[in-house]
């Protein structure tokens, strides 16, 4: 019996924990999934303050951003570098440095409007990962300094190999690749391509007279997709009865061992 109560104490923080994040987790999308049902899609033009729905093509921008890694010029760009450690059997990827430029805009056939990323829900692979041994980063690279600078600019491209890959998926290992080995992601939005964006349309404080979408204080809700309504719908509706149904399991055997350790 004794042994069965240390076994229920050591499980009991585990199940607890996996319990609230389901819970949690759970609502996100079931908020998700209610906003995008029920908000019609707005034009652009007659755009009210508030939360929106729009569709819409990313606009060419008057002086283009050039991606950090491959020089590709975009409407907008985000890059993270993560490196790979080792423990035992398993691996994982730690972020070391991650950015992107701040906004970009969106058109449809009555205007355009812009887009603040900041803390933006972005749904996407990457567009491009490149493999970077650790002696090449660290001796030859050393992006570091490279990437403060871009972080203000936008415009400067980094002299590396091209090593373009973009259909693994962020925990597939590469052949070859080491603990310590780093990788470079960049997602790019160029001109032209359709976009789903929910969030909050507002004033812009820093271009007066201009509206701007962006993450509201009332309307935490912000995300964008390159996917259309239709499967982002169906997405959160699919992981909300996942995580609701997680939650459940986990309860029930959070339960059967809290009874167990008190009923001892």
Known sequence: M???????????????????????????????????????????????????????????????????????????????????????????????????????????????????????????LPSRIYRVPKKMHEEKLKPEKFLDEWNQHYSRALKMPKLPISILQEDTLFPGEKHGDYRYYEYTLEPGD?????????????????????????HSAFMMSKEPEESLTQGSRTMMIFLFFLAIASGMILAAQLFMLFSG
């Open 194 to 218: 359709e976009l789903y964006v929910l969030g909050t349309a507002s004033m812009d404080k820093k271009s007066p007279g201009e509206t701007v979408i962006k993450k509201g204080k009332n």
């Open 2 to 124: 004794m042994a069965m109560s240390e076994a229920a104490i050591r499980v009991i923080p585990y199940f607890s924990a996996i319990f609230i994040a389901s819970m949690v987790g759970g609502f996100i999308c079931l908020r998700n999934y209610l906003i995008m049902r029920d908000i019609p899609t707005s034009k652009i033009r007659g755009i009210a303050m508030g939360l929106v729905e729009l569709k819409g093509k990313v606009a060419r921008m008057a002086k283009p951003i050039t991606a950090p890694f491959s020089g590709l010029k975009c409407s907008h760009c985000m890059y993270s570098i993560k490196q790979c450690f080792f423990m035992g059997k398993t691996h994982y990827w730690k972020t070391l440095n991650e950015g992107k430029n701040p906004f970009f805009y969106l058109r449809d056939d009555t205007g355009k409007v812009k887009i603040d990323t900041d803390g933006v829900e972005f749904n996407r």
